[in-house]
């Protein structure tokens, strides 16, 4: 079986990352100018990069953990295909133009998955 639920994932954070950091490139380097230290207080568009990003980021750790146990040949846990796809058609009603799409395939292979899940 190929494993690549966790690459696929991993994948789709560093596209929302390397986006975020360029598209947000001269926020970041405000934030940068600033000295990095408490430079987002209560600054929306610095408040939305950085979020953005990290959120990328977040995605990109999932993804390297689900992998590590995919190439384990260790179960995943079972609830993690309906969260996800629960995670994912509740982002995209409230955003349906985004990236968020995406994650109904690693959803939907988590729940179908041949392979045993841990209970």
């Keep these: 079986m190929r494993l690549w639920i966790g690459k696929y994932i991993a994948g789709v954070g560093l596209i929302h990352s390397l986006f975020g950091l360029i598209v947000f490139r001269a926020t970041f380097a405000d934030i940068a100018r600033d000295m990095l230290f408490n430079t987002v207080g209560w600054q929306p ?3 939305f990069a950085f979020w953005f990003v990290t959120v990328g980021f977040f995605w990109i750790l999932l993804g390297l953990v689900l992998d590590h146990f995919e190439r384990a040949g ?10 996800l796809g629960a995670l994912t058609l509740v982002a995209i009603v409230i955003m349906p133009l985004s990236g968020w799409w995406l994650f109904f395939v690693p959803a939907a292979a988590l729940v179908f998955r041949g392979t045993p899940q841990a209970k």
Aim: no cysteine; glycine share 16%; charged share 25%.
């Design 74 to 83: 260790q179960p995943l846990p079972r609830f993690l295909g309906p969260a």
């Design 45 to 47: 568009d610095r408040g």
